[in-house]
Protein backbone atom coordinates (compact mmCIF):
# COMPACT_ATOMS: atom_id res chain seq x y z
CA UNK A 1 0.00 0.00 0.00
CA UNK A 2 2.84 2.89 0.54
CA UNK A 3 5.47 3.40 -1.91
CA UNK A 4 6.03 5.98 -5.10
CA UNK A 5 4.29 5.55 -8.15
CA UNK A 6 4.39 7.77 -11.04
CA UNK A 7 0.10 7.46 -11.11
CA UNK A 8 -0.77 8.62 -7.66
CA UNK A 9 0.08 12.29 -7.08
CA UNK A 10 0.15 13.34 -3.52
CA UNK A 11 -1.35 16.91 -4.36
CA UNK A 12 -4.73 17.90 -5.87
CA UNK A 13 -6.46 21.41 -6.94
CA UNK A 14 -9.40 22.00 -5.56
CA UNK A 15 -12.48 24.43 -6.29
CA UNK A 16 -14.42 25.07 -3.54
CA UNK A 17 -17.92 26.41 -5.15
CA UNK A 18 -20.54 28.53 -3.16
CA UNK A 19 -22.84 29.51 -5.80
CA UNK A 20 -23.13 26.12 -7.08
CA UNK A 21 -25.80 24.35 -9.35
CA UNK A 22 -26.07 22.33 -12.27
CA UNK A 23 -25.29 23.75 -15.92
CA UNK A 24 -28.08 23.83 -17.90
CA UNK A 25 -25.56 24.23 -20.84
CA UNK A 26 -23.85 20.83 -20.62
CA UNK A 27 -27.15 18.83 -20.03
CA UNK A 28 -27.18 17.83 -23.97
CA UNK A 29 -24.22 15.58 -24.06
CA UNK A 30 -24.34 13.98 -20.20
CA UNK A 31 -26.97 11.74 -19.42
CA UNK A 32 -25.48 11.85 -15.56
CA UNK A 33 -26.55 15.25 -14.94
CA UNK A 34 -29.68 15.64 -13.38
CA UNK A 35 -32.51 18.35 -12.04
CA UNK A 36 -31.54 20.02 -8.12
CA UNK A 37 -33.59 22.09 -6.31
CA UNK A 38 -32.53 25.97 -5.83
CA UNK A 39 -31.38 25.06 -2.44
CA UNK A 40 -28.28 23.00 -3.46
CA UNK A 41 -25.50 25.82 -3.55
CA UNK A 42 -24.96 25.32 0.28
CA UNK A 43 -25.31 21.43 0.51
CA UNK A 44 -22.40 21.33 -2.66
CA UNK A 45 -20.03 23.69 -0.61
CA UNK A 46 -20.51 21.34 2.27
CA UNK A 47 -20.16 18.32 0.52
CA UNK A 48 -16.84 20.04 -1.11
CA UNK A 49 -15.48 20.86 2.39
CA UNK A 50 -16.20 17.18 3.29
CA UNK A 51 -13.51 16.05 0.96
CA UNK A 52 -11.02 18.48 1.86
CA UNK A 53 -10.99 17.14 5.03
CA UNK A 54 -11.27 14.00 4.33
CA UNK A 55 -7.95 13.81 1.87
CA UNK A 56 -6.16 16.23 4.26
CA UNK A 57 -6.96 13.70 7.05
CA UNK A 58 -5.25 10.77 5.34
CA UNK A 59 -2.30 13.22 4.82
CA UNK A 60 -3.11 14.74 0.81
CA UNK A 61 -1.84 17.97 -0.27
CA UNK A 62 -4.78 19.99 -1.07
CA UNK A 63 -4.79 23.30 -2.41
CA UNK A 64 -7.96 25.00 -2.05
CA UNK A 65 -9.42 28.21 -4.34
CA UNK A 66 -12.78 29.32 -3.75
CA UNK A 67 -15.35 30.09 -6.72
CA UNK A 68 -17.85 33.09 -5.05
CA UNK A 69 -18.98 34.14 -8.59
CA UNK A 70 -21.86 31.94 -9.04
CA UNK A 71 -20.68 32.80 -12.68
CA UNK A 72 -19.18 29.20 -13.44
CA UNK A 73 -21.70 26.47 -12.51
CA UNK A 74 -19.16 23.68 -13.26
CA UNK A 75 -16.05 25.26 -11.44
CA UNK A 76 -15.80 22.58 -8.97
CA UNK A 77 -14.66 20.62 -12.12
CA UNK A 78 -11.26 21.52 -12.27
CA UNK A 79 -9.87 18.71 -13.47
CA UNK A 80 -11.51 19.67 -17.30
CA UNK A 81 -9.62 22.96 -17.97
CA UNK A 82 -5.89 21.98 -17.01
CA UNK A 83 -3.50 19.04 -15.78
CA UNK A 84 0.13 18.79 -14.74
CA UNK A 85 2.64 16.26 -16.04
CA UNK A 86 6.45 15.37 -14.69
CA UNK A 87 9.34 16.91 -16.14
CA UNK A 88 7.45 20.38 -14.90
CA UNK A 89 4.99 20.93 -17.29
CA UNK A 90 1.41 22.07 -17.52
CA UNK A 91 -1.84 21.85 -20.25
CA UNK A 92 -4.69 24.07 -20.70
CA UNK A 93 -7.87 22.74 -22.51
CA UNK A 94 -10.41 24.11 -24.54
CA UNK A 95 -13.88 23.49 -23.14
CA UNK A 96 -17.60 22.79 -25.09
CA UNK A 97 -19.61 25.01 -23.26
CA UNK A 98 -19.12 28.69 -23.72
CA UNK A 99 -20.13 28.90 -19.55
CA UNK A 100 -17.25 26.82 -18.63
CA UNK A 101 -14.41 29.13 -20.43
CA UNK A 102 -14.25 31.40 -17.77
CA UNK A 103 -13.57 28.48 -15.04
CA UNK A 104 -9.93 28.72 -16.49
CA UNK A 105 -7.82 31.06 -13.86
CA UNK A 106 -4.55 32.43 -14.15
CA UNK A 107 -4.21 32.41 -10.74
CA UNK A 108 -4.31 28.52 -10.17
CA UNK A 109 -1.40 28.55 -13.01
CA UNK A 110 0.38 31.41 -10.87
CA UNK A 111 0.10 29.30 -7.47
CA UNK A 112 1.49 26.35 -9.60
CA UNK A 113 4.57 27.99 -10.90
CA UNK A 114 4.71 29.43 -7.56
CA UNK A 115 4.96 26.25 -5.50
CA UNK A 116 5.88 23.77 -7.63
CA UNK A 117 8.82 23.48 -10.45
CA UNK A 118 6.79 24.28 -13.74
CA UNK A 119 8.89 24.44 -16.57
CA UNK A 120 6.10 25.06 -19.38
CA UNK A 121 2.90 25.90 -19.92
CA UNK A 122 1.02 24.46 -23.26
CA UNK A 123 -2.45 26.63 -23.80
CA UNK A 124 -5.04 25.12 -25.96
CA UNK A 125 -7.94 27.00 -25.51
CA UNK A 126 -7.43 29.16 -28.30
CA UNK A 127 -8.75 26.28 -30.49
CA UNK A 128 -12.61 26.79 -29.05
CA UNK A 129 -13.74 29.61 -31.41
CA UNK A 130 -12.82 26.68 -34.05
CA UNK A 131 -15.09 24.47 -32.22
CA UNK A 132 -12.03 21.83 -31.28
CA UNK A 133 -12.38 20.29 -27.52
CA UNK A 134 -10.37 18.30 -25.26
CA UNK A 135 -11.52 18.25 -21.71
CA UNK A 136 -8.92 17.61 -19.89
CA UNK A 137 -8.28 14.76 -17.71
CA UNK A 138 -11.77 14.26 -18.03
CA UNK A 139 -12.08 13.60 -21.49
CA UNK A 140 -8.49 11.26 -21.00
CA UNK A 141 -7.82 8.64 -18.26
CA UNK A 142 -3.89 8.98 -18.58
CA UNK A 143 -2.04 6.17 -17.89
CA UNK A 144 1.27 7.91 -16.84
CA UNK A 145 3.16 5.01 -16.21
CA UNK A 146 2.85 3.26 -19.50
CA UNK A 147 2.24 6.95 -21.27
CA UNK A 148 -1.59 6.02 -22.37
CA UNK A 149 -4.37 8.03 -23.14
CA UNK A 150 -7.40 6.43 -23.02
CA UNK A 151 -10.39 8.46 -24.40
CA UNK A 152 -13.82 8.18 -25.22
CA UNK A 153 -14.95 9.91 -28.17
CA UNK A 154 -17.23 12.71 -28.01
CA UNK A 155 -18.01 16.27 -28.76
CA UNK A 156 -15.59 16.83 -25.47
CA UNK A 157 -12.81 15.14 -27.05
CA UNK A 158 -11.16 16.29 -30.64
CA UNK A 159 -9.33 12.77 -32.27
CA UNK A 160 -7.10 15.74 -33.99
CA UNK A 161 -6.31 17.42 -30.45
CA UNK A 162 -5.89 14.52 -28.79
CA UNK A 163 -3.02 13.93 -31.19
CA UNK A 164 -1.53 16.78 -30.86
CA UNK A 165 -1.91 16.52 -27.18
CA UNK A 166 0.02 12.94 -27.21
CA UNK A 167 2.46 14.01 -29.52
CA UNK A 168 3.65 16.95 -27.56
CA UNK A 169 3.32 15.36 -23.45
CA UNK A 170 4.87 11.51 -24.80
CA UNK A 171 1.35 9.80 -24.67
CA UNK A 172 -0.31 7.00 -26.90
CA UNK A 173 -3.23 7.68 -27.62
CA UNK A 174 -5.91 4.94 -27.44
CA UNK A 175 -10.11 5.92 -28.48
CA UNK A 176 -12.71 4.09 -28.31
CA UNK A 177 -16.72 4.61 -28.47
CA UNK A 178 -18.27 3.82 -25.29
CA UNK A 179 -21.91 3.98 -24.28
CA UNK A 180 -24.26 3.50 -21.42
CA UNK A 181 -27.36 1.35 -21.23
CA UNK A 182 -29.60 3.27 -23.19
CA UNK A 183 -26.81 3.57 -25.63
CA UNK A 184 -25.84 7.27 -25.23
CA UNK A 185 -22.28 8.05 -25.61
CA UNK A 186 -20.43 8.76 -22.18
CA UNK A 187 -19.34 12.19 -22.52
CA UNK A 188 -16.47 11.91 -20.47
CA UNK A 189 -14.12 8.78 -20.23
CA UNK A 190 -13.11 9.28 -16.32
CA UNK A 191 -16.98 8.63 -15.81
CA UNK A 192 -16.28 4.97 -16.62
CA UNK A 193 -12.42 4.21 -15.80
CA UNK A 194 -9.83 5.03 -13.11
CA UNK A 195 -6.01 3.94 -13.65
CA UNK A 196 -4.16 3.34 -10.70
CA UNK A 197 -1.08 1.97 -9.95
CA UNK A 198 -2.25 -1.88 -9.14
CA UNK A 199 -5.86 -2.20 -10.89
CA UNK A 200 -8.19 -0.44 -13.17
CA UNK A 201 -11.92 0.29 -12.89
CA UNK A 202 -13.27 0.02 -15.98
CA UNK A 203 -16.51 0.01 -17.30
CA UNK A 204 -15.64 -2.70 -19.99
CA UNK A 205 -18.96 -3.70 -21.21
CA UNK A 206 -19.83 0.41 -22.26
CA UNK A 207 -16.89 -0.05 -24.78
CA UNK A 208 -18.81 -0.64 -27.88
CA UNK A 209 -16.79 -2.65 -30.05
CA UNK A 210 -15.57 -5.60 -28.84
CA UNK A 211 -12.02 -6.55 -30.51
CA UNK A 212 -11.37 -2.57 -29.28
CA UNK A 213 -12.42 -3.67 -25.66
CA UNK A 214 -10.27 -6.80 -25.41
CA UNK A 215 -7.42 -4.24 -26.30
CA UNK A 216 -8.20 -2.18 -23.75
CA UNK A 217 -8.41 -4.55 -21.01
CA UNK A 218 -5.00 -6.15 -22.08
CA UNK A 219 -3.04 -3.41 -22.67
CA UNK A 220 -4.33 -2.93 -19.11
CA UNK A 221 -2.90 -6.16 -17.46
CA UNK A 222 0.09 -5.62 -19.99
CA UNK A 223 0.83 -3.14 -17.25
CA UNK A 224 0.57 -5.28 -14.48
CA UNK A 225 -3.12 -4.26 -13.56
CA UNK A 226 -5.93 -6.58 -12.23
CA UNK A 227 -9.20 -5.10 -14.16
CA UNK A 228 -11.94 -4.89 -12.26
CA UNK A 229 -15.04 -4.65 -14.65
CA UNK A 230 -17.56 -2.42 -13.83
CA UNK A 231 -21.22 -3.22 -14.22
CA UNK A 232 -24.29 -1.06 -15.94
CA UNK A 233 -25.45 -0.89 -12.49
CA UNK A 234 -21.97 0.68 -11.27
CA UNK A 235 -21.22 2.68 -14.17
CA UNK A 236 -24.50 4.76 -13.29
CA UNK A 237 -23.37 4.66 -9.59
CA UNK A 238 -19.95 6.81 -10.76
CA UNK A 239 -17.88 3.74 -9.67
CA UNK A 240 -15.29 4.49 -12.08
CA UNK A 241 -15.05 7.90 -11.40
CA UNK A 242 -12.42 7.40 -8.61
CA UNK A 243 -8.71 8.41 -8.28
CA UNK A 244 -5.85 7.02 -6.55
CA UNK A 245 -3.73 9.50 -4.75
CA UNK A 246 -0.54 9.63 -2.29
CA UNK A 247 -1.53 10.23 1.38
CA UNK A 248 1.07 10.15 4.61
CA UNK A 249 3.95 8.03 4.45
CA UNK A 250 3.74 7.53 0.57
CA UNK A 251 0.69 5.53 1.26
CA UNK A 252 -1.55 5.68 -1.48
CA UNK A 253 -5.75 5.83 -0.96
CA UNK A 254 -8.28 5.80 -3.69
CA UNK A 255 -10.53 8.83 -3.77
CA UNK A 256 -14.51 8.18 -4.48
CA UNK A 257 -18.02 8.80 -3.57
CA UNK A 258 -19.89 7.62 -0.72
CA UNK A 259 -22.58 6.34 -3.38
CA UNK A 260 -19.97 4.62 -5.74
CA UNK A 261 -18.24 2.90 -2.84
CA UNK A 262 -21.55 1.42 -1.66
CA UNK A 263 -21.62 -0.25 -5.13
CA UNK A 264 -18.42 -1.91 -5.23
CA UNK A 265 -18.37 -5.86 -5.04
CA UNK A 266 -16.84 -7.70 -1.86
CA UNK A 267 -14.16 -8.89 -4.38
CA UNK A 268 -13.59 -5.58 -6.09
CA UNK A 269 -13.01 -4.27 -2.59
CA UNK A 270 -10.86 -6.78 -1.65
CA UNK A 271 -8.50 -5.85 -5.11
CA UNK A 272 -8.51 -2.58 -4.45
CA UNK A 273 -7.64 -2.91 -0.61
CA UNK A 274 -4.27 -4.91 -1.52
CA UNK A 275 -3.01 -1.93 -2.70
CA UNK A 276 -4.71 1.38 -1.34
CA UNK A 277 -7.25 2.78 1.19
CA UNK A 278 -10.67 3.62 -0.04
CA UNK A 279 -11.58 7.17 0.85
CA UNK A 280 -15.44 7.27 0.57
CA UNK A 281 -16.83 10.60 0.80
CA UNK A 282 -20.74 11.74 0.12
CA UNK A 283 -20.84 14.71 -2.75
CA UNK A 284 -24.58 13.53 -3.76
CA UNK A 285 -25.04 17.36 -4.64
CA UNK A 286 -22.07 17.90 -6.69
CA UNK A 287 -23.13 14.31 -8.46
CA UNK A 288 -26.29 16.10 -10.07
CA UNK A 289 -23.68 17.81 -12.16
CA UNK A 290 -22.70 14.66 -13.57
CA UNK A 291 -19.61 14.49 -12.38
CA UNK A 292 -17.91 13.01 -8.68
CA UNK A 293 -14.77 13.06 -6.68
CA UNK A 294 -12.48 12.31 -9.57
CA UNK A 295 -14.21 15.12 -11.55
CA UNK A 296 -13.84 17.73 -8.49
CA UNK A 297 -9.54 17.02 -7.79
CA UNK A 298 -7.00 18.35 -10.60
CA UNK A 299 -4.10 16.06 -9.41
CA UNK A 300 -0.85 17.30 -9.55
CA UNK A 301 2.19 15.73 -10.83
CA UNK A 302 4.88 18.05 -10.45
CA UNK A 303 7.81 18.62 -8.48
CA UNK A 304 7.35 21.14 -5.16
CA UNK A 305 10.33 23.79 -4.95
CA UNK A 306 12.16 23.76 -1.61
CA UNK A 307 9.97 25.38 1.11
Known amino acids: MTGYSVQAPAAVVVVRPHRYRPN ?20 AYDASSRLIRALRDVGVRVHVFEDTTGRHPDSVFPNNWFSTHAGGRVAVFPMRAASRRGE ?9 KR ?28 DHAARVAYTARSRRSDPLLLERFCTTFGYEPMVFDAV ?48 LALDAHQLGEVAGNAIELRGSGARRVLALSARADASLTADQRAVIERSCDIVAVDVAPIELAGGSVRCMLAGVHLDPRPA
Open 180 to 227: DPSGTPIYHTNVMMCVATEFALVATEAIVDVSRRAEVVQRLEQAGRDV
Open 115 to 142: VYRVQEVVDYSGLEPDGIFLEGTGAMVL
Open 24 to 43: PETGDDNAFQQEASNDVARA
Open 104 to 112: RRTDVIDFL
